[in-house]
């Protein structure tokens, strides 16, 4: 595009590509008959040196004559925008544009936009401004497919709209699917650092465990030995010990004369069970009983005195010698 060159072609912003090229037109917005500047308010091009004010005024008078006009015109305009805003003083750049190019912001920005987007391009003949229009707000990775359908199809402006409304929907779609997918897999991982923790956890429970278990070893093989050493310790002292000498222990036999009166007792109590014979004093039932037990007792001792001499010879003696010399006293106390 011939009149994308940076610079403001007269002849294009009056009559477009074809147009004669001409100093200065005189109808133009802002210059009087003889193409002098129009005075303008003083607040907006305060403190700005009198050439970027010239400038900006140039600037804004051929946005004017280019909104509204073709595809070329639109785009220029944009690039004439994008020139002014650069010039322009800090935080007076709306005012500017309101005052001095008289374009809604909204606008301005669309067109600037399409400069952008499509300024530096060879664009197909067919493709118009409302096309470029619609064609920024589809995709970016669609904008040239679309732009070569559209021109090769003789799409509508209608019906590009409605193309780029169902890219859009579908990519829409496809974030929200991406955006589940990142979910799951934020979870996944979540999930996987936390099998990962647990493994960790187990792996160090088993290496514990296996600590515990070869300690535990361990002492059941020294205990073994333990025992082995003792037994071999036991058989070694068996071996050493002398032959016990056979011990005869004599049990006294209850006195006959007392055998036959506990005899005598015994009877007479099965004969007061029957009912026959005189009943017989509390006393003499506990004397029947004590006598008894007295007897029990004395053939458990002999045969403790037995099991004791069997571990220890000498010290079954030293309890002999004792029970004998109770049953002496005993035998005193009776012949007393």
Request: one cysteine or more; glycine letters at 6%.
């Amino acid at each position: 595009m011939s009149e994308l060159n940076g610079q403001l072609d007269m002849g294009a912003l009056i009559g477009g590509a074809g147009a004669q090229a001409n100093p200065m037109p005189k109808a133009m917005e802002g210059y009087d008959a003889d193409g002098a500047l129009l005075d303008y308010a003083p607040d907006i091009y305060a403190d700005v040196a009198e050439d970027a004010a010239n400038r900006l005024r140039y600037l804004a008078a051929g946005i004017r004559s280019d909104f509204d006009a073709a595809r070329e015109r639109v785009l220029h305009a944009g690039m004439l925008l994008l020139e002014a805003r650069g010039r322009c003083p800090e935080g007076r750049w709306l005012q500017w544009l309101k005052e001095e190019a008289r374009v809604p912001e909204r606008t301005a920005q669309e067109s600037m936009q399409l400069f952008e987007t499509f300024g530096a391009r060879e664009l197909p003949e067919n493709i118009s401004k409302s096309h470029l229009v619609e064609l920024l707000r589809a995709p970016e990775a669609d904008r040239d497919a679309l732009m070569e359908r559209a021109a090769a199809d003789e799409m509508s402006t209608r019906q590009l709209k409605e193309e780029i409304r169902q890219l859009r929907e579908q990519y829409q779609k496809s974030q929200v699917s991406i955006h589940d997918l990142h979910v799951e897999l934020e979870t996944a991982e979540r999930a996987r650092d936390s099998l990962a923790g647990d493994l960790k956890r187990a792996e160090a429970d088993r290496d514990a465990m296996a600590g515990r278990m070869e300690d535990a070893v361990k002492r059941a093989n020294d205990q073994t030995q333990r025992a082995r050493d003792a037994q071999g310790e036991l058989a070694r002292l068996k071996a050493q010990a002398p032959e016990p000498e056979r011990v005869e222990v004599t049990v006294e036999k209850v006195p006959d004369d007392v055998a036959a009166e506990l005899e005598r007792l015994r009877a007479e109590n099965e004969a007061l069970k029957s009912g026959q014979g005189r009943q017989r004093s509390a006393l003499v039932e506990q004397f029947v009983y004590l006598t008894k037990r007295f007897n029990v007792s004395f053939s458990e001792l002999m045969g403790l005195i037995v099991d004791i001499r069997a571990e220890d010879a000498g010290k079954a003696e030293e309890c002999l010698a004792t029970f004998r010399k109770v049953l002496d006293a005993l035998r005193g106390k009776l012949g007393a």
